[in-house]
């Protein structure tokens, strides 16, 4: 099978990430995505993030009756930060009868030398990239010529967005699932 490995901190999880996950699953890209709830991202400032049992708690919501769509929390039992080369050769170890293939966001992939051996990375996994608003894939794709653009409809919606929302006390639940919507609400989140 192959599997798109989708991390991200999920701090909420948005529609957005599930409508990008079932794109690339009716479109044929993958058979799979796996969305992996990473505890500690070392390129974002983790000062507002809740815990990652919670933010699991929200993605498991957020794909309920969605059996291509899975929540992983294996980064749970993995060194901190998160690296996503480790993560990937982990899953490669584990799984090896599957192909993951990563899928990230044009912001990051701007700074993708960033990332921990990226050269590696993009030697070993197909690195996909779905457009983010405000980010010009063309400057990055002479750099990472084997990175591929995903021709995916624009999601204009961040978790940065929806938390800023409810402390405002605005109406998101159109953004996220109602599950997630009802969580958030129930433990006072983000307030």
């Known amino acids: 099978m192959r599997i798109a490995v989708f991390s991200g901190s999920f701090n909420p999880i948005h529609n957005g990430h599930t409508q990008l996950a ?15 709830v990473s505890p500690c991202n070392p ?14 708690d929200m993605v498991i919501a957020a794909i309920s009756g969605n059996n291509r769509i899975k929540a992983s929390d294996i980064e749970f039992s993995m060194p901190i930060p998160s690296y996503t080369i480790d993560t990937l050769n982990h ?34 996994y197909e690195v996909y990239v779905y457009p983010r608003k405000g980010y010009d ?44 919507y009802d969580y958030i609400k129930e433990n006072n989140l983000y307030e």
């Open 22 to 36: 079932n794109h690339l699953i009716m479109n044929n890209i993958v058979d799979e995505v796996w969305l992996i």
């Open 43 to 56: 390129l974002k400032d983790i000062t507002n993030q809740l815990d990652e049992y919670i933010r699991l």
């Open 91 to 124: 899953l490669s170890e584990m799984f090896d009868e599957h192909q993951f293939v990563l899928i990230i966001g044009s912001d990051n992939a701007i700074i993708f030398d960033q990332w921990k051996d990226y050269d590696e990375l993009l030697k070993r």
């Open 137 to 180: 894939f063309s400057t990055v794709k002479g750099k990472y010529p084997s990175m591929q653009v995903l021709n995916t409809p624009f999601f204009d919606v961040s978790s940065t967005q929806i938390r800023q929302m409810i402390q405002n006390k605005q109406d998101v639940s159109d953004l996220i699932h109602p599950d997630v």
